[in-house]
């Protein structure tokens, strides 16, 4: 199972360098580099022994606050704090340490029964350190998948009906919070796919013309050269947040159906792990948790970068 889940996840990541092929080599030569780099932490990882590995968890979630504070002390980029740049590389933390974070979460509850409901208010002041950091810079797209990521973990601890209901409250009150601090944008950002006429040359530009892109593309696709949408800069952040709209405008709906049905086996083969796990163990969390984090930016990170 384990090999089938990588050699699937680096058909999935070639298949990005492929699509980064569309604006030329040098995209899709650091695509490939950093797919490079993946491949030699995953072999490391393999070697690894897997409790030296969990020891390390709480250390490594240390590092990751204190980077997330450092990004509030270099020059900001577009307005936020999200990236550090080096050597022409730009690195999100937020995103590199997400799965540290579920880690640690994991192995704390599989091996932490949490009897009392102080416990897990503890816990969750722990966690909403790394969130609170994340949403200041603003990243309000990064806050929610990692948010919702811990969430799915916590939901498939063993904790009592009384710990769910509270943490639930809590869970609510933070979400009123936040109806008091999102600024107007944002807003218009999270709401804006109800009425997606509203305002075409403003908060649903993007969606509009990614919806453009995805027809124009028709069943076999525009090719290389033709893709307009994508080339002309009508398509914002074709490269990345809109890959999914080039690739389409590109390959038509064959190559779009091709790329979703990889990503459809591999969550089914994650699910597979988190059902054939014992309830509550690490592995079963862990594996939650990637499982949400990797699905809710496959259905909603085009809409969520705010």
């Given at each position: 199972m384990q090999n089938k889940l990588f050699i699937l996840a680096l058909a999935l990541s070639l298949f990005g360098a492929f699509v980064q092929f569309l604006f030329g080599w040098p995209n899709a030569l650091n695509h490939l580099l950093f797919i490079f780099f993946a491949v030699l932490a995953y072999i490391a990882l393999v070697k690894l022994d897997s409790f030296f590995l969990l020891k390390l968890s709480p250390v490594v979630c240390l590092i990751g606050i204190v980077i997330l504070l450092g990004l509030f002390l270099v020059d900001p980029v577009r307005g936020a704090h999200r990236w550090y740049s080096l050597w022409g590389f730009s690195f999100q933390p937020a995103v590199f340490f997400a799965p540290f974070f579920l880690l640690f979460l994991s192995n704390f509850l599989s091996s932490h029964s949490l009897k009392k409901t102080t416990s897990l208010l503890l816990l969750l002041v722990v966690l909403a350190i790394p969130l609170f950091l994340i949403f200041k810079q603003p990243d309000l797209g990064t806050t929610l998948v990692v948010g919702f990521s811990l969430f799915a973990v916590i939901l498939f601890t063993k904790i009592k009906i009384r710990q769910?209901?509270?943490?639930?409250?809590?869970?609510?009150?933070?979400?009123?919070?936040?109806?008091?601090?999102?600024?107007?944008?944002?807003?218009?950002?999270?709401?804006?796919?109800?009425?997606?006429?509203?305002?075409?040359?403003?908060?649903?530009?993007?969606?509009?013309?990614?919806?453009?892109?995805?027809?124009?593309?028709?069943?076999?696709?525009?090719?290389?050269?033709?893709?307009?949408?994508?080339?002309?800069?009508?398509?914002?952040?074709?490269?990345?947040?809109?890959?999914?709209?080039?690739?389409?405008?590109?390959?038509?709906?064959?190559?779009?159906?091709?790329?979703?049905?990889?990503?459809?086996?591999?969550?089914?083969?994650?699910?597979?792990?988190?059902?054939?796990?014992?309830?509550?163990?690490?592995?079963?969390?862990?594996?939650?948790?990637?499982?949400?984090?990797?699905?809710?930016?496959?259905?909603?990170?085009?809409?969520?970068?705010?």
């Open positions: 769910l209901v509270f943490f639930l409250v809590i869970l609510g009150l933070v979400g009123l919070a936040l109806t008091q601090v999102l600024q107007a944008y944002q807003w218009e950002r999270l709401t804006s796919f109800l009425n997606p006429s509203f305002d075409p040359s403003g908060v649903n530009y993007n969606s509009l013309q990614s919806s453009i892109a995805i027809g124009s593309g028709g069943t076999t696709g525009k090719g290389f050269v033709d893709i307009s949408q994508s080339r002309l800069n009508f398509l914002p952040e074709a490269k990345t947040d809109f890959a999914f709209a080039a690739l389409t405008e590109a390959f038509g709906f064959i190559g779009s159906l091709v790329m979703l049905s990889m990503f459809l086996i591999f969550f089914k083969l994650l699910l597979d792990e988190v059902f054939q796990a014992k309830p509550a163990d690490l592995l079963q969390l862990f594996t939650v948790g990637t499982v949400t984090f990797i699905f809710i930016q496959f259905i909603f990170t085009p809409s969520l970068p705010v």
